[in-house]
């Protein structure tokens, strides 16, 4: 079936940059959208980021300027690359996608610590 794998995660300073990356494998011909979403310990799981199969963008207000979305469709691969990281950005980081038949999968997350 398919399998979403998370990568690029790890401890980086306030302010600094990483860039994640989630490669999808499998029976995913009919991609209709991948997204990034995090979750704090003790938070709710929030959208960080979208990207349509059109190729049309999405992203939480907190984000916007300083993270990006985008995508390789010869790698079935999404990228999220972020910027002027903050504490409050420290979460584990979920690949999601979305294929034209309405079906969700999830990726096991990539821990992403923002500290001194």
């Known amino acids: 079936q398919v399998q979403l794998v998370e990568s690029g995660g790890g401890l980086v300073q306030p302010g600094g940059s990483l860039r994640l990356s989630c490669a999808a494998s499998g029976s995913i011909s009919s991609i209709y959208a991948m997204a990034w979403y995090r979750q704090a310990p003790g938070k709710q799981r929030e959208l960080v980021a979208i990207i349509t199969r059109g190729g049309t963008t999405n992203y939480a207000d907190s984000m916007k300027g300083r993270f990006t979305i985008s995508r390789d469709n010869a790698k079935n691969t999404v990228y999220l690359q972020m910027s002027s990281l903050k504490p409050e950005d420290t979460a584990v980081y979920y690949c999601?996608?979305?294929?034209?038949?309405?079906?969700?999968?999830w990726g096991q997350g990539t821990q992403v610590t923002v500290s001194s």
């Open positions: 999601n996608l979305q294929s034209t038949y309405g079906t969700i999968y």
